[in-house]
């Protein structure tokens, strides 16, 4: 009997550790091992907020992702504020909401134009795609820059915004300030719409599991920051007791710590699991839009998260101008604070799913224990289990064309390797055998 | 008067990455006259609207392509593509080459435009600036310095005021 053994594997630099690479091995068409490394700024981070003060903690954790400093932000100022009892007013919630909106339309519409639509028509990047399809990727640049403009407005920059805090924000904007940004989210939301229907009549592969999704989920609104974490497995607890339902586990090929549900196993963070537990949270253009695409209230392809994100940064886009038209300047930017010895904790929804933060403070307000679970890590083991599943039945598909389909199954998680990985190559290796 | 845009890339946590930001930082007080100096976090497709409204842009990132660290690599992307694997990047991510290319497929390449590649020794999350690349700062800012003065001249040439 010949033994027919196939290695498939990308690496992203051989020279610098860990960084983040695909392993996959068939041995007589069959898949016997998937390994994927994905590198953690985290775990650094993690370390390097011991002895700091609580207020340095939403600035420090905004440097661990160049794409969602705002979602570090964000559960960074709710741990803390969970820790030391507090409670946001109305506007400052609002404005939080507005700022996340911002994050959403920006990380989204980098991933949906310029990282995944490629694979989708055929290119091997978004350059490659731009010489035929100009109008297309010109269209995700406007999207993306309406997403810069609102995190820059409340943010005071787009990149590592400056002006949130424990409490809420250094200056809140007026009205007036808001206004500035209407027609550029009007026009923006427009985008998001013909956006949705294009990736709708993408192709995409045949390909379903039964995850367990699991998102915030808040009593009537699409979650940001607020809500229970939720499953369609019958997860329903408070963000505080994340610990005793979730555990990160070591695994021997990676420095990485995967996380899964305790006695359970892998489950599925980010748009696709927001949109599964929250369909009728979305608004009612958001809804129509789905539904037009396609689309019923749940969805268990993956590939097809490239529409749900399309859905997403419609729904943003539409979110933060019913924020703006309703909008009440705070009395006050920020609530007082007074810092006390406690624990606390926030899952808030990055673009890629929940991101986890967990502080133990001292009464001085110096961060005694620092905890992130970033969506990324969430992830890991439902990427690797999708290709365990998905591998088998493209064995016929030539080397090149199967490792293009694996790193494509790879991104529909949004992977957040991008910003790790800032000067690092793709090196694409694959060896068979006989 | 001609606008100039200095724009140093780079992540403050991973050592060599950080020199785009250091060089800036140099650079930062003399911000005058039209010349504005920025730092770029995060992934490339925000170049190009950072270089919109410049009639000259100077990029300064850390370079990975197996040259002795602090080697000063200086491109002129107007008339050369970026060399493959001197700015090293995933796939999925969007970096420094990418934005150049992309920008010169969609004909948004700024009327001038100046690279600098700092070759790095060390990318590890949480280390410093590697000594060779810490040495090579000096000379990347007088060498911006003189495409700063250079671009002015040119553009007094042009006006005939010189």
């Known amino acids: 009997m010949t033994t027919r053994s196939r290695t498939i594997k990308v690496d992203y630099l051989a020279r610098v550790e860990g960084e983040g690479a695909l392993y996959v091995k068939i041995k007589n068409d069959q898949v016997t091992d998937v390994q994927l490394k994905i590198f953690e700024p985290p775990r650094f981070f993690e370390a390097f907020l011991q002895g700091r003060s609580y207020r340095e903690a939403p600035d420090i954790t905004a440097r661990i992702c160049g794409i969602c400093p705002v979602a570090y932000q964000m559960s960074a100022v709710h741990a803390m504020e969970d820790a030391f009892g507090v409670t946001i007013p109305d506007p400052i919630r609002a404005l939080r909401r507005l700022i996340y909106c911002g994050e959403w339309i920006e990380s989204h519409a980098l991933h949906i134009f310029m990282l995944h639509a490629p694979d989708f028509l055929g290119y091997a990047d978004a350059i490659r795609m731009a010489k035929d399809h100009a109008d297309i990727v010109q269209r995700g640049l406007q999207l993306k820059k309406a997403g810069n403009a609102l995190v820059a407005l409340l943010g005071g920059r787009e990149i590592h915004p400056i002006n949130v805090r424990v409490g809420g924000f250094y200056k809140a904007p007026t009205k007036r300030d808001l206004a500035t940004v209407t027609e550029q989210l009007q026009s923006a939301r427009e985008t998001a719409l013909e956006t949705v229907r294009w990736v709708a009549a993408l192709p995409f592969p045949d390909f379903e599991r039964d995850y367990e999704f699991v998102a915030l989920q808040h009593p009537n609104e699409y979650p940001f920051n607020d809500g229970r974490l939720v499953s369609n497995h019958g997860l329903d607890i408070a963000v505080q007791d994340y610990n005793a339902h979730f555990v990160e586990e070591h695994v021997s090929h990676s420095t990485a710590l995967h996380s899964v549900l305790r006695d359970r196993g892998a489950y599925f963070v980010g748009p696709l699991a927001r949109y599964n537990l929250n369909f009728d949270r979305l608004s009612p253009l958001a809804q129509e839009a789905a539904r037009d695409a396609g689309l019923s209230p749940v969805c268990t392809n993956p590939f097809q998260s490239i529409i749900i994100r399309s859905v997403e940064v419609l729904y943003a886009c539409d979110e933060a101008l019913r924020l703006i038209e309703t909008y009440e300047m705070p009395d006050q930017p920020a609530v007082r604070i007074e810092p006390r010895a406690a624990t606390g904790h926030a899952c808030t929804e990055a673009p890629r799913g929940i991101l986890y933060h967990r502080y133990q403070v001292d009464d001085q307000g110096l961060i005694r224990e620092a905890q992130i679970v970033p969506p990324t890590s969430q992830n890991q083991k439902t990427i690797e289990d999708d290709l365990y599943a998905f591998v088998p039945h493209h064995l016929d598909l030539p080397k090149d064309e199967l490792t293009w389909q694996c790193e494509q199954a790879i991104r529909n998680y949004d992977p957040c390797i991008s910003c790790s990985t800032h000067f690092l190559t793709l090196h694409l290796e694959r060896e068979d055998s006989l | ?162």
Request: aromatic letters at 4%.
């Open chain 2, 1 to 162: 008067m001609i606008r100039i845009g200095v724009l140093g890339i780079g992540n403050e946590a991973r050592g060599d990455d950080a020199v785009g930001l250091v060089v800036a930082r140099h650079l930062r007080h003399e911000t005058q006259d039209h010349v504005t100096v920025q730092e770029v976090h995060g992934e490339g497709s925000r170049l190009l609207d950072r270089w919109q409204n410049a009639d000259a842009v100077i990029l300064i990132d850390a370079s990975c392509s197996g040259a002795a660290p602090g080697t000063i690599h200086r491109l002129e992307p107007l008339t050369q593509t970026i060399p493959h694997g001197l700015f090293p990047c995933s796939t999925h991510a969007f970096g420094v080459a990418e934005a150049i290319e992309l920008a010169r497929v969609l004909q948004q390449l700024p009327p001038r435009l100046v690279v600098y590649g700092v070759e790095g020794a060390q990318f590890d999350i949480g280390s410093e600036l590697s000594a060779a690349v810490l040495r090579a700062v000096p000379d990347v800012v007088r060498q911006v310095r003189q495409d700063i003065a250079a671009f002015r001249t040119l553009e007094l040439g042009e006006d005939g005021h010189a």
